[in-house]
């Protein structure tokens, strides 16, 4: 039972309002300060101190008591650039038969601005177990180094973080990493017409081959197998000559079973080509369905899940529960929106799972 039903009709209300804002404000990855000083504004105007750092957003409950655990209310204000099969503006928050139609509204406005009407709520309660901080992150569309990586460092040890995608309101429980290897398979270039040289490609196809058809044993019971999908591929630079390199791109989507450098590992070993990872920030991540916020949800009939798509949850080094109203395959569709009810049910849903958590 909400303490204040009032308060949170309010709250409800503004993070509404505020959601058109930030509709009609572009905000692509790396060109979010304008979304940024929309979002400062609403914290001054209700006399919340924040701090900012490029285009991150954060600030901590009145009563925070760093005596205290800590959970992190995280989402993101970046957008992608608009599809070109949009019949709307996109930057014009139009309501309309209860939904709000506009870039971003679904993902993840809704998202965020439940979470900060979650914070506002939260934010003069004296008789919490926990603190409370609310995080507006940039540069998630483009997993990007001054969004929330750049913004953790600065906040105290997270007990665990509740990050805002939509998900219906449900509890992505799980959630697959992101590793990006760049493959060469190497060769000797030769004449096409004569028996010369070591045809690249050829080398390159059985790699591709081990990629297609390679089962990792271990298989997690929240997000499946591994996946692994060669994803580009380039070479040659004429008809009659042998190529000597072949580069091509496998994307892999890796389970809390392995780590990435045991990926990494496995495919070294398994495959001729040079392997380059791009990057290994991008983890899996979860948490324990016995943890006190998901046992909350669960408690209202929410559903337990593990997502394929990868969030800021990878940045983070803390249990995480991945869960927003809105739906994800809404998410840079042409026409995005989110319905209002959606946002009304997720300040309701938040609040009343924190309510239930005590650490």
């Known amino acids: 039972m909400i303490q204040n039903s009032d308060l949170v009709e309010t709250l409800t209300n503004d993070a509404i309002e505020l959601l058109k804002d930030l509709i009609q404000t572009e905000s692509f990855s790396k060109q979010e300060d304008e979304t940024a000083a929309i979002i400062e504004e609403f914290f001054r105007e209700r006399n919340i101190p924040y701090r900012r750092k490029k285009n991150n957003i954060w600030a901590k409950n009145k009563y925070f008591d760093a005596n205290k655990p800590t959970v992190l209310l995280n989402s993101h204000h970046d957008t992608v650039k608009p599809n070109p ?46 603190n409370v901080i609310i995080a507006a992150t940039a540069e998630e569309e483009i997993s990007g180094r001054e969004g929330l990586e750049m913004v953790a460092p600065e906040l105290p040890e997270i007990s665990f973080a509740i990050v805002g995608e939509p998900t219906q309101m449900h509890l992505a429980v799980a959630e697959k ?57 380039n070479a040659g630079t004429q008809h009659n000559v042998v190529p000597d390199t072949c580069k091509f791109t496998v994307d892999i989507r890796v389970t809390e079973q392995y780590t990435l450098e045991e990926i990494i590992e496995t495919v070294k070993k398994n495959i001729s080509s040079e392997v380059i990872p791009r990057s290994i920030r991008l983890r899996p991540s979860s948490i324990p369905m016995e943890h006190p916020i998901v046992q909350a949800g669960i408690s209202m009939g929410r ?49 009343k799972m924190l309510e239930k958590v005590i650490l």
């Not at 089962?215 to 591929?233: D, H, R, W, Y």
């Not at 798509?309 to 929106?337: F, I, N, V």
């Open 85 to 130: 099969s949009w019949t709307l503006n996109p930057f014009n928050p139009l309501l309309k038969d209860g939904k709000l139609y506009g870039l971003g509204s679904n993902d993840a406005g809704g998202c965020l601005v439940s979470l900060i009407a979650t914070f506002c709520y939260f934010y003069y309660r004296n008789d919490l177990t926990y």
């Open 177 to 233: 990493g992101l590793l990006v290897l760049d493959c060469i398979a190497h060769g000797k270039s030769g004449h096409a017409a004569r028996n010369e040289g070591e045809n690249a490609i050829y080398k390159a196809i059985q790699d591709i081959n081990w990629f297609q058809t390679h089962q990792f044993p271990k298989v997690s019971e929240n997000l499946g197998p591994i996946k692994m999908t060669v994803t580009i591929i």
């Open 303 to 351: 559903n337990t899940y593990g997502s394929p798509t990868t969030s800021d949850q990878a940045l983070l080094d803390c249990p995480s529960l991945k869960m927003g109203p809105g739906d994800s395959a809404r998410s840079h569709t042409a026409d995005e929106y989110v319905h209002i009810d959606e946002i009304v049910e997720g300040v309701q849903l938040y609040i």
